[in-house]
């Protein structure tokens, strides 16, 4: 794999550069899931190129999850021949039960070899950022849980609760009714027993009434438009 190694340095030494050639890798689902009681989940990989690549997978801890728990890919890097599918294992290892979703991301990353042609074009990597799911045992599937976000406006912000068990996935961009007044949150998901708010744009008067017009997304990835809740206001916007 040494061939490959020198390549991410050059890649990381040269951002930027203009003739290249990416190198892509496209999973077989746009979600992980992992249930507690099967300790881990699979993934598929494909390699699109028509060269090797050597496929590395990265874990991404939230800064605001709690989960006390190791996820291992496996393998973490495994070179993947052209047009072929790898699959992946997540592993999740804990000693503790849990007791609500959690929210982890995994990154996958194609590295194409080092090109020792003269004038060859340098390669560089084009990667799948993508959520993980972690399920407690017994859940049971809620297919509107977004539908249990509280929407609140306090002094000048708009802000989101969950009061559930469920890590509810939406995109953060929102819309307030009537209006159209864009608010853009600074997450685009809610863990269990979060409380997250985001600006709202100078002067904004919102009436009693009004609600907030957003996207959805699904546990496997599909994003539903045009899901609206009622807003709750604390304190009116300062003008």
């Known amino acids: 794999m040494q061939k490959y190694r020198k390549t991410m340095l050059a890649l990381l030494l040269c951002a930027g550069c203009g003739n290249a050639l ?3 890798v496209l999973p077989t689902t746009s979600v992980l899931i992992i249930e507690e009681n099967d300790r881990e989940g699979t993934i598929g990989i494909k390699n699109t190129n028509k060269e090797p690549v050597l496929l590395y997978s990265k874990i991404q801890r939230l800064d605001d999850e709690d989960l006390d728990a190791a996820l291992i890919p496996s393998p973490q890097a495994v070179v993947v021949q052209p047009g072929e599918t790898q699959t992946v294992r997540l592993l999740y290892r804990s000693n503790k039960k849990l007791d609500k979703e959690h929210l982890a991301r995994i990154l ?10 003269q004038g060859a074009h340098v390669g560089f990597m084009v ?8 399920r407690p045992a017994g859940y049971v599937p809620v297919e509107n849980k977004w539908a249990f976000l509280k929407w609140r406006i306090t002094g000048n912000q708009l802000c989101v609760n969950n009061d559930t068990k469920y890590a509810i996935r939406f995109v953060n961009n929102v819309v307030l009714a009537p209006g159209k007044t864009p608010v853009t949150m ?3 998901y809610a863990l269990p027993g979060s409380k997250n708010c985001g600006e709202l744009p100078a002067g904004t008067q919102v009436a009693a009434g009004s609600k907030v017009s957003f996207s959805a997304v699904t546990d496997y990835g599909y994003i539903l438009d045009n899901r609206q809740s009622v807003i709750a206001q604390d304190v009116k916007p300062h003008s």
């Open 22 to 24: 990416a190198s892509a």
């Open 108 to 117: 996958f990353m194609g590295i194409p070899p080092e090109k020792k042609q």
């Open 127 to 134: 990667g799948q950022d993508l959520p993980v799911v972690i």
């Open 186 to 188: 600074p997450k685009a």
